[in-house]
């Protein structure tokens, strides 16, 4: 009884391994295709107001440093850093669909 369980339960992981695979297979195919122009734009956007938040944040650190501590200032100088560029990566997964009009 155990052993015809732990069968079931391999061919049920594989099974769902392999449907989680043929989703990703379907994200990841537009990653390499051309960005529409809008979502580019909106990647560069998120990019350029992440890193100039970023940098000003870093250029004003004594003066901010006075309202806020300055893990406060680190911890919004990554999250901000890390926003524009997750943001311009992701935007790399849209593709321009076709349509038959």
């Known amino acids: 009884m155990a052993k015809l369980k732990s069968i ?8 769902i391994i392999e449907h989680k695979e043929g989703k990703m297979k379907k ?3 537009n990653y390499y295709k051309p960005t529409p122009a809008k979502f580019r734009k909106l990647g560069d956007v998120l990019l350029v107001v992440g890193t100039s938040i970023t940098m000003g944040t870093l250029m004003e650190f004594d003066k901010l ?9 680190k911890v919004a100088m990554i ?3 890390s926003f524009g560029v997750i ?5 790399n997964f849209f ?7």
Request: charged share 30%.
């Open 8 to 15: 079931l339960t391999r061919k049920n992981a594989k099974r």
């Open 27 to 29: 994200i990841f195919k």
């Open 65 to 73: 440093e006075k309202v806020f501590t300055s893990m406060e200032i």
């Open 79 to 81: 999250i901000a850093l």
């Open 87 to 91: 943001g311009k990566f992701l935007t």
């Open 95 to 101: 593709a321009e669909t076709k349509s038959n009009v």
